[in-house]
């Protein structure tokens, strides 16, 4: 079955760096397009950034342009994403998705 693990989450303050990755498991990663999306506190999820199978079409939210990067190694069945300059309102529990699936999440934190 699908398992796809968020790890790299934390506290950090505001214009900090953190980079997130998932690992994806149970179907044949390097075929399907992948996603970051976000969940804030008592709001909705909400879409982050997008890649394409092989990794050359990107796109983000403009709430994250230029500061998001999303990223994938095909031959380690990885999804990453490059945060750089966070903001407060960064603040959220963040998932790998695939399709109509996603991993447990992880949490980030930005605040002095």
């Known amino acids: 079955q699908v398992q796809l693990v968020e790890s790299g989450g934390g506290l950090v303050q505001p214009g900090g760096s953190l980079r997130l990755s998932c690992a994806a498991s149970?179907?044949?990663?390097?075929?399907?397009?992948m996603s970051w999306a976000r969940q804030a506190p008592e709001k909705g999820l909400e879409w982050v950034s997008i890649i394409n199978s092989g990794g050359g079409t990107k796109t983000y939210a403009d709430s994250v342009k230029g500061r998001f990067t999303i990223s994938r190694d095909n031959a380690k069945n990885m999804l990453y994403l490059q945060m750089n300059s966070l903001r407060p309102d960064d603040t959220a529990v963040y998932y790998c998705v695939k399709g109509r699936n996603r991993g447990q999440g992880t949490q980030v934190t930005v605040s002095s």
């Open positions: 149970g179907f044949a990663f390097s075929t399907y397009t």
